[in-house]
């Protein structure tokens, strides 16, 4: 997967960033607030990025409907993805939403 130079520059809202053809071939390094799509020829199947929470943990968002659960690209510029993110480690919960390009945290969200 290539990204382009430009994608790598700061102060950028979530946005796509490239894709590829299977979530292996996502780099661990990702540009800050940069999704990753992993789709085939007619669909998007994952949504990849780095978890806002910096803590390097990688989420991965399923995209096919017939599997739950789902996420939808609602918006591709700004970023919009529904429904909300949640990821529940051993010591940390992050939920929040991708909304507009931007992160909106949910009040249940602990680390
Ligand atoms: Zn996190």
């Keep these: 997967m290539k990204i382009a130079w430009w994608k790598w520059l700061p102060f950028q809202r979530w946005r796509i960033v490239g894709e590829a053809e299977s979530a292996d071939e996502v780099p661990d390094?990702?540009?800050?607030?940069?999704?990753?799509?992993?789709?085939d020829t007619?669909?998007?199947?994952?949504?990849?990025?780095?978890?806002?929470c910096r803590t390097g943990h990688r989420i991965m968002l399923n995209t096919d409907a017939a599997r739950k659960p789902n996420w939808s690209l609602n918006e591709v510029?700004?970023?919009t993805?529904?429904?909300?993110?949640?990821?529940q480690g051993a010591n940390r919960r992050c939920h929040y939403f991708i909304r507009n390009g931007r992160i909106v945290w949910a009040k249940d969200t602990y680390r």
């Design 29 to 39: 390094r990702l540009p800050r607030n940069g999704v990753a799509l992993v789709r």
């Design 42 to 52: 007619n669909r998007v199947k994952w949504i990849v990025f780095n978890c806002p």
């Design 77 to 79: 510029k700004p970023l």
């Design 81 to 87: 993805i529904s429904p909300s993110i949640d990821f």
